[in-house]
Structures are given as structure tokens and as C-alpha cells.
């Protein structure tokens, strides 16, 4: 199963950008589509974005439409989340998914800390 390590959380005012990474290692990153979802205090997680294998379809949460990104790079192993815009409410950890297009079993990263305040 897929090992995901996901970077480039930090702090950051209001109307900020941020680009997160989801480096992959023990699978071939064109055998998943991938995702992220983010929890922000006491929350349920939610989906933010998702992309398919081959980067031909990408999906994004109404409310970050315009400002969130997705991407990937197949032959680097690694998914992005260039954010843009940034408001306070987008705080939040932010997690990078995995489902394995063959089995559907999903990997999740360890989370990486999204803070928007002036």
C-alpha cells in the first residue's frame, strides 16, 4: 500500500498562497487517483479536491472553486494543492488521499497544518 507524506503547511495571512506537496512512495502514483480533504477543529473532515489518475479529470469543493488547485506529477510520485487566496476559514489540516484505482483501498498522509490569520 501507498505511504504518503504530505509538506508546505505553515502560516500565512489572509489572501496568502500556499502550495502543498503529497510525496508517494511504495506504489506507483499512476495506478491511484488521489485527493484532499482537510479537518479544521472540532469538524469532520471534508473533501477539498481530487484528480484522476492520468490527470484528465479534476474535481474541487464549491467553496475553494477558483482559488485551490490540483495537480499531479506521475513521474515525480507527487500531488499538489497550490491554494491562492487564502481566508481564515480555509484553516484546517490538510490531508492527501490515495485510492488504488484496482482495489479501491485508500492510504492517507499524516496531515499538514494550514493556518490563515493576519
Known sequence: ????VESGGGLVQPG???RLSCAASGGTLSRYAMGWFRQAPGKVREFVAAISNNSDTTYVKDSVRGRFTISRDNAKNTVY??????KPEDT???????QEIATRLISWGQGTQVTVSS
Open 81 to 86: 494543492l497550490q491554494m491562492d487566496s487564502l
Open 92 to 98: 484546517a489540516i490538510y490531508y492527501c488521499n490515495a
Open 1 to 4: 500500500q501507498v505511504q504518503l
Open 16 to 18: 496568502g498562497s500556499l
